[in-house]
């Protein structure tokens, strides 16, 4: 039968993978930016055309993005989990609506990701321009984009209003977080989000690592 201290023990585990999880986060946010300014180029995301004619002649940059997606998704997974379990005192609706906009987030994110894949193998493989360019699949693969950082802006809004209540995390760090779910919902702005959220995981990954869970 599992006791207290088992229970303890699990949840000490789930918060220190959190942690590190958490700082992952901030390598892929930084790696995430270089790839997409150095290697992609502002321009080209923001130009159909040039994508499908990128993932035709040199398809790395768009992999070596998707592959920080699927980094991503492993442990922004285990991020909002760590989180759930570190604000669990707080034991509102409120906190399991967040955990459940955090899931849908990622679960957004995952679908992205391999369709991206697949739009860039079929790009490759059959040298269609529209297959990245005006086609169905790519204004599928946009709106996953879009409403995984929208979902995720959810979760972050909640989590950081759930934690200002039960005062658990530092408050500047809960207004960090209401300012960066309050961003996400405008899209355009990703960028400055993505920004944050290396400031964001560094600080949540050092609680998380230091502090005890709560009983």
């Not at 990245?132 to 809004?157: E, F, H, R, T």
């Not at 960028?191 to 998380?208: E, N, P, Q």
Request: charged share 10%; glycine share 8%.
């Amino acid at each position: 039968m599992i006791n207290q201290g088992d229970i303890r023990l699990a949840i000490s585990h789930l918060q220190k993978l959190g942690g590190i999880a958490a700082f992952i986060n901030v390598g892929v946010a930084i790696a995430t930016l270089a790839v997409a300014i150095l290697l992609i180029g502002i321009p080209t995301i923001a130009d159909p055309s040039k994508l499908a004619d990128l993932a035709i002649h040199n398809p790395l940059p768009l992999l070596l993005q998707d592959g920080l997606k699927f980094i991503s998704v492993a442990t922004s997974s285990v991020l909002i989990l760590a989180l759930a379990a570190y604000l669990r005192r707080d034991a509102s609706a409120l906190l399991s609506v967040a955990t459940g906009f955090g899931f849908f987030s990622v679960l957004c994110l995952l679908g992205n990701t391999i369709l991206s894949l697949y739009a860039i193998s079929q790009a490759a493989t059959y040298d269609q321009a529209t297959s990245l360019g005006s086609s169905q699949l790519n204004s599928i693969i946009g709106i996953l984009a879009m409403a995984a950082i929208s979902l995720d802006g959810v979760w972050c809004l909640l989590v950081s209003w759930t934690a200002l209540k039960s005062q658990r995390l530092p408050r500047f760090l809960c207004y960090l977080g209401l300012g960066m779910g309050v961003l996400s919902l405008l899209p355009p702005l990703g960028i400055i989000v993505l920004l944050l959220s290396i400031l964001w995981s560094m600080c949540i990954g050092r609680v998380l690592l230091q502090e005890e869970p709560a009983g």
